[in-house]
């Protein structure tokens, strides 16, 4: 991987921030766009911008060939069986709800279990109370071990006769691990449940296989992987989502209208009511496109590479704390520095250009089982160095001399 070449091609780094060049390291939350996904955007609306599907004339053929051309990139890129078990969301937050509320709401009753972990996001788990509360269910909690990782020992335990809907990340946007995704949804199927993985942050760092993992839905994020903000994917297995009703109704979904009732289109598309999300389809399409280029197992090699080398260099410091595993981390790290508030680390790196993340990472659950109200969090992709890493270290080196 040549980086001053990649680099070259994210026109967002190569500027100054507080009279610093700029170290991007808040990738866990969005990373930066291309220039062929910027150029792909642009082309859309400057020569094929049409809605999408219904239309004959030659702008809305463009346009459709353009966004369900996405949706064939999208199920090679994940190995899905079929593009009609790709459906396109705002993002991983929608793709889950829609899973709850179109899903978990219609199968499941009162005693009835939902499994998820201590380490999810918000989003992966807000949506799991309500269906639990709409439906009687029961939400369960599958513990962490002392480092944060999840034994399979305990997944077998939480897992029952009764558990319906089982949903885990499949790395952890706080503790940076890698989740045992194959064998927690052989666990799942064997008591007869359907497992959703959160590929939120697992999509941009590593290969991922739909008929490997075997998990019943996938959900991910375009502007995690170097794709448009507003759009998202959710897999599911077609045997599934067939029998699953649509949550929002209108436009496109729709086969036939009377006045007492409706038919929905096919799947997937009985899924996306309303005039689509194009340009942002297409633009995931030529993300994927470019990550395609550099190829996968080259960025989760240098994101590996990367993260332990800060975790080496992090081990220098006195008096920082790291949140999850030493080892076997992808493209992030969590921590505390001393007893700084994580807002008052994040704000001095940013004097000097460098950009992290600092709160709860929409973890509250996990921030009370680490004993932490909030860290800092500093993630990694394709376009971040070893330098931009030694210049990190060198900052908070200096955060930790001026605050304490």
């Known amino acids: 991987?040549?980086?001053?070449?990649i680099r070259e091609l994210f026109p967002i780094v190569n500027q100054k921030v507080n009279n610093h060049s700029l170290v991007y390291l808040d990738n866990a939350a969005t990373t930066q766009k291309p220039r062929q996904v910027i150029q792909t955007?642009?082309?859309?609306?400057?020569?094929e911008n049409a809605n999408v599907h219904r239309g004959v004339h030659t702008l809305g053929t463009r346009a459709t060939d353009a966004y369900e051309g996405a949706r064939m990139k999208v199920a090679r890129f994940i190995n899905a069986a079929s593009e009609q078990e790709i459906i396109f969301?705002?993002?991983?937050?929608?793709?889950?709800?829609?899973?709850?509320?179109?899903?978990a709401k219609a199968i499941c009753k009162e005693g009835d279990e939902i499994v998820i972990t201590l380490m999810e996001h918000h989003s992966n788990l807000i949506p799991w109370q309500q269906a639990a509360k709409a439906t009687g269910a029961i939400l369960k909690y599958i513990p962490l071990q002392q480092d944060g990782s999840v034994s399979l020992e305990d997944?077998?335990?939480?897992?029952?006769?009764?558990?319906?809907?089982?949903?885990?990340?499949?790395?952890?946007n706080v503790l940076g691990m890698i989740n045992p995704i194959k064998q927690i949804t052989k666990i799942a199927h064997k008591h007869g449940a359907v497992i959703l993985v959160d590929g939120a942050q697992s999509a941009p760092h590593i290969k991922i296989d739909m008929q490997e993992l075997d998990c019943d839905f996938y959900a991910f994020s375009g502007h995690k992987m170097c794709g448009p903000t507003g759009i998202g994917v959710l897999y599911g297995k077609k045997k599934i989502i067939q029998q699953m009703e649509p949550v929002e109704f209108g436009g496109e979904m729709i086969e036939h209208v009377d006045l007492w009732g409706t038919t929905w289109r096919e799947v997937p598309w009985k899924f996306e009511g309303g005039t689509p999300i194009i340009a942002g389809a297409i633009g995931l399409g030529a993300a994927i496109d470019f990550l395609e280029h550099i190829g996968r197992e080259e960025i989760e090699r240098?994101?590996?590479?990367?993260?332990?080398?800060?975790?080496?260099?992090?081990?220098?410091?006195?008096?920082?704390?790291?949140?999850?595993p030493k080892n076997d981390r992808v493209g992030l790290i969590t921590f505390n520095l001393g007893n700084i508030h994580p807002h008052d680390v994040a704000t001095f790196l940013d004097s000097f250009g460098i950009a992290v993340r600092a709160g709860?990472?929409?973890?509250?659950p996990l921030m009370s089982w680490l004993g932490a109200h909030a860290t800092t969090r500093a993630s990694f992709?394709?376009?971040?160095?070893?330098?931009?890493?030694?210049?990190?270290?060198?900052?908070?080196?200096?955060?930790?001399?001026?605050?304490?």
């Open 89 to 103: 969301t705002r993002g991983t937050t929608a793709a889950i709800n829609l899973v709850a509320s179109g899903y």
């Open 41 to 47: 955007l642009k082309r859309f609306y400057e020569w």
């Open 1 to 5: 991987m040549n980086h001053a070449k």
């Open 302 to 324: 240098h994101d590996r590479q990367l993260t332990r080398y800060a975790m080496e260099r992090m081990a220098e410091i006195d008096d920082l704390a790291v949140y999850g």
């Open 155 to 172: 997944v077998e335990k939480t897992i029952t006769a009764r558990t319906k809907i089982v949903s885990v990340s499949h790395i952890s």
């Open 381 to 404: 992709y394709l376009y971040n160095t070893e330098d931009e890493v030694d210049k990190f270290i060198t900052v908070l080196l200096a955060a930790r001399k001026y605050f304490m």
């Open 360 to 364: 709860h990472h929409c973890c509250q």
